[in-house]
């Protein structure tokens, strides 16, 4: 298949950053626990419970070598 990306008019779920979508993309933080430091906001109902669900990683992201 292919993906179609399309504009929308609807309001976003969360407010984030750069660096906190990131967090939340590699499986370090879910949206839940970093709206309890304020650094997701939740913009529409249902947001972070969303989120938690879209960024949700079986295993917890590791790096056994030192950058």
């Known amino acids: 298949?292919?993906?179609?990306?399309?504009?929308?008019?609807?309001?976003?779920?969360?407010?984030?950053?750069?660096?906190?979508?990131?967090?939340?993309?590699?499986g370090e933080s879910s949206a839940s626990a970093l709206s309890l430091t304020g650094r997701v906001t939740e913009t529409r109902s249902g947001?972070?419970?969303?989120g938690d669900r879209l960024f949700t990683?079986?295993?917890r992201p590791w790096c056994p070598t030192e950058f």
């Open 1 to 26: 298949g292919r993906a179609r990306v399309t504009g929308t008019t609807e309001s976003a779920d969360l407010a984030l950053d750069a660096n906190d979508l990131a967090a939340m993309y590699l």
């Open 47 to 50: 947001g972070l419970a969303k």
């Open 57 to 59: 990683t079986a295993l």
